[in-house]
């Protein structure tokens, strides 16, 4: 999908030496694709002791 937006230089060309991308669009992809996959780990760890497994192992190893 094409879309225009304005970036600043300074932050592009920062993401790119940090990141290692070759264009302007391999860096934003890559940008997005952290921002998701950190928003997506904090909201797991949000859960943590939310979710009632009531699990044996005794059982489970005995299947």
């Known amino acids: ?4 937006i304005e ?3 300074e932050l592009l060309e920062e993401v790119m030496k940090l990141t290692g991308a070759t264009t302007k ?5 890559l940008v997005l694709e952290e ?3 950190q928003t997506k780990r904090k909201r797991i760890i ?3 002791g ?3 497994l009531d699990l044996d192992l005794d059982v ?3 299947r």
């Open 35 to 37: 921002k998701i996959a």
């Open 50 to 52: 939310s979710i009632d």
């Open 46 to 48: 949000n859960m943590k």
């Open 25 to 29: 669009s391999q860096a934003i992809k």
């Open 1 to 4: 999908m094409r879309t225009t």
């Open 60 to 62: 489970l190893r005995d």
């Open 7 to 9: 970036i600043p230089e």
